[in-house]
């Protein structure tokens, strides 16, 4: 029995890679269509040894947003941008953000090399987030984690240094990171 007193001392938190999903889960919520990780492995059928074993790409993550979507029959639609688009420049990007924040009909979902976002050479990978508000003045944006105890629930980051991050090409896939993007359908 003394090996159960250690446990009920100890914090678990379930070590899988599942910020994606997580994202997902965050951001249909906060479009008002509730939906846990659970919702979305069930949903989807998506085989769970795919978030663990090797994470998801940003096109393997859209395409379970789509399938949810779909499968959920939601008033979403879902689009995918790549930031190795040459069309996708900081500018763009800035005008993105800025616009994002003051619609409530859609959410944004940024993957991202952390040891850019982060500044911090000892972190590495991808991670998926939600951008949750940015601020001109300082040309900060403002993070929901979907990973609070490791980066905390909510963080600021210069907006040239997301779209670096944004643009760092994911080895996985070969191509640059980047941000998927669900909106409520209009009712026109």
Known sequence: MKDFDNIQLAEFQQPIRCCNVTALAYAMTSLGFTATVDDIFYVTKLPIASVLDDGMTLAETYDTCVKYVENANL?????LEYFDNPSMTMEKFTDIVEKAVVDA????????NTKIAHNNPNLEGGHFSLLA????????????DTNPK???R?????IDRMYKACVD????CDRSR???ILQKASLN
Request: aromatic share 12%.
């Open 75 to 79: 008033p979403l639609t879902v689009n």
């Open 105 to 112: 009909n859609d959410i944004h979902i940024l993957n991202f």
């Open 178 to 180: 980047g941000m998927i």
């Open 169 to 172: 090409k994911d080895s996985a």
């Open 150 to 152: 490791r980066y905390t």
């Open 133 to 144: 508000d940015y601020n001109p003045s300082s040309q900060e944006i403002m993070i929901a």
């Open 154 to 158: 909510f963080w600021k980051c210069p």
